[in-house]
């Protein structure tokens, strides 16, 4: 769910910002994928990779939205509520796995 230009985020505290990140961080590594934290920027985040293309990757921050805290990405999506985290990871891993699907495509041939 894209936010309206003219929609005011609210922030999260650093440390409940954190705490978030962190939980999505470890149910995103059980499946596999690769996690860095950046909290030392002014907003924390997450970045997550595929362990195989570390160049590619999501980085996720913490943002007020309809009913609590959402999880959003890069592009200003609202990924899931921060209380959805099935649903949550969900959403990480489709987006991170159509940037790798995409990125892929150039250096596949048909063997000619």
Known sequence: MPI????????PRPFTARRLLNRL????RRRGWRVERRYAETRPLLRVHFPDVAGLGESITVVGGDGGWWYR?????LLAPC???RLAVARVTTALDRWIA????PWETDGS
Do not use: F, N
């Open 4 to 11: 309206p230009p003219d929609a005011l985020v609210a922030s």
């Open 25 to 28: 961080g470890r149910a995103l």
């Open 73 to 77: 990405s890069s592009t200003g999506e």
């Open 83 to 85: 209380a959805d985290m």
């Open 102 to 105: 995409a990125a892929r495509l």
